[in-house]
């Protein structure tokens, strides 16, 4: 029942494409829309940023005990003892960490399984600070977009190591498959299910809603992200509609 752990660096960001409401056509007092200029323009969606965590790894693994005896043995250090994390470091080749992802192997009790899960949910929580509620509160929701983020990194070959000074893409698709791990937990079931279909409704089917290719830039361009003005890039569509349709096909109902 030893269970094996991934170093990981997460740190709180505004996750965006989370929520997808209706936007209002502007209304010009010069200019009324008329007809279809009207219909896209209602068909208009603005993504809205909230809360989320990001995580990249090195993907250095460690058994979670041994870790434990690693950090007592380096506070023990003389004549200048090191930090749970600072020592961390070290271990993870250089590549800066904060929070050990659990594997959870079909070789665990469910009772091992359960604790590192917990485990994992209270330092996330403890990282959050103030918005852990926002974590603890929507355990799957928090790893679903950590999820995204990550695939959205590799669809937008963007660096995984900036934050951390290692670690990249082959490292954290090695980490996807452990954050999907923890998908799969039933304790997680409901919450993940309740997320998919929200974000299918709002987001998916609209997006997917053209009869051919000639009608992909149209849909696209009904989506902005917030705080981007050259509207959203579609590699952070694709991704979310991938990662969406794919826990879809595997949660109840």
Known sequence: DEVLCVYTFVKAVAVQAASVVPEPPPQAADHVPQGAELADRAEAYKAAPHFGL??????TVIHWQCHQSA??????????????????????SSSKCNTLIPVLGCSLSATAVTQAVERYFAHLGKLAKSNAPLVL??????????????FERLACQESFSADTGGGGPRHNMCLALAMLQLLCQDSLADDLLQEVQH??????????????????????????????LDGAHPAHLWCLCAVSLLLGAGTPG
């Open 199 to 228: 974000l299918q409704q709002v987001c998916v089917r609209p997006l997917l809603a053209f009869a051919d290719a000639s009608e992909v830039q149209g849909a696209l361009a009904r989506y902005r992200i917030v705080g981007q």
């Open 54 to 59: 990001c995580s990249v790894s090195h993907f």
């Open 71 to 92: 950090t007592r043995a380096a506070a023990n250090l003389r004549p200048k003892p090191q930090g749970e994390w600072e020592s961390a470091t070290v271990r993870n």
């Open 137 to 150: 509160n929507r355990r799957a929701a928090a790893v679903f977009h950590d999820l995204r983020l990550c």
